[in-house]
């Protein structure tokens, strides 16, 4: 959307992929260039496309936040990004530190969170934060019923969820019981299936890691798309980007009660998942148009960008191209530090 809107984007990876699967998608655009932390030069950049940008920080690691430093040391306006709680260590891990985040929450010109809670955590920080949730790829998710992928199982009724299945948020249980209270439907499960989990009833089907250019396909076609996740303090903290996928594909959503879901439009919350999918296939399913419209990249970042750069908010220019080469596959935990 940034690119869209002509903006020249220069994305700086820290971290490695961890999932075992490449699918080989890159993404190809004359202003975009990628590049691991290592091997980032700020100087180096600002010499080709000048001083005065704009970074947008979405990790609080110690690392990063001194390139924001001396960015804005130099002129550019940092935006930190509050994505997560990166307290918690399945998030976090051994890189969140307390006082990395405070001293970024200090020193960014402008900050924004994709939950209430987030906007909460950066207040107790001192500062006052944008509430940005998440939202939805327009140019993917706009499209009209694509061809059904030959693996989407056969049933009268479809249930799915697609995301990540690993992290202790991630409920087992209640994507069991969901399976079990609604035996004649085949629960799909679109993911990186890399970690142990329970044994899941028959009618759950786990179809893999898939391209997000391919989930329209599937998503268009289910009856209830599903949040199985804990609630904990962690999960109030998110903005589930699916929520929106699903919405914005004409599916309800049902979902535990967290705080980000609140009076969402299209979404059934209850304390039992099982619940929630009952309200959800009782609801008249959501309009994809208005969901589109009203959760999609282009209005979030205009939130971003309307207070720095007015002139940038109705601005447009060519997106990206998306190309695909042969998917790699790599052994459980092998992928880690290949780039």
């Known amino acids: 959307e940034l690119l869209r809107r002509g903006f020249h984007v220069t994305l700086v990876s820290l971290f490695h992929a961890q999932e075992t699967i490449d699918l080989g998608l890159r993404f190809v655009h004359p202003r975009l260039e990628q590049h691991r932390f290592e091997d980032f030069d700020l100087s180096e950049l600002a010499t080709r496309v000048g001083r005065g940008g704009l970074v947008l920080v979405e990790a609080p690691a110690r690392l990063l936040v001194e390139v924001a430093r001396r960015a804005r040391s130099e002129g550019w306006q940092v935006v930190y990004d509050v ?28 900050l924004i969170a994709s939950a209430p809670d987030l906007v909460a955590r950066v207040e107790r920080l001192g500062r006052v934060a944008i509430l940005v949730p998440n939202a939805v790829n327009q140019e993917i998710f706009g499209v009209e019923m694509p061809p059904r992928p030959s693996d989407l199982p056969e049933a009268g009724t479809l249930i799915g969820y697609h995301g990540s299945l690993y992290g202790d ?92 879901l609140d009076d969402l439009e299209g979404v059934a919350t209850h304390s039992d998942l099982a619940t929630a999918l009952e309200r959800a296939l009782a609801a008249s399913p959501p309009r994809r148009t208005e969901a589109l419209a009203a959760h999609s990249w282009e209005a979030r970042v205009d939130q971003i960008v309307k207070p720095i750069w007015p002139s940038h908010v109705d601005a447009r220019a060519e997106s990206c191209r998306i190309v695909m080469r042969p998917a790699k596959h790599f052994g459980r935990g092998s992928r880690l530090g290949i780039r």
């Open 83 to 110: 994505i997560d709680d990166w307290s918690d260590p399945a998030l976090g891990g051994d890189w969140f530190d307390p006082e990395s985040e405070r001293e970024l929450v200090s020193l960014a010109d402008h």
């Open 169 to 260: 948020w991630f409920d087992w249980e209640a994507l069991a019981a969901v399976a079990e209270a609604f035996p004649a439907a085949a629960v799909v499960v679109i993911g990186d299936d890399k970690a142990p989990h329970p044994s899941m009833p028959p009618n759950v089907v786990f179809l893999g890691l898939k391209p997000q250019t391919e989930l329209p396909g599937y998503l268009q076609r289910l009856d209830v798309g599903l949040i199985p996740f804990k609630v904990t303090e962690t999960t109030h903290a998110v903005s589930p980007l699916k929520v929106y996928e699903y919405l914005a594909s004409g599916v309800p959503v049902a979902a535990p009660p967290l705080r980000s």
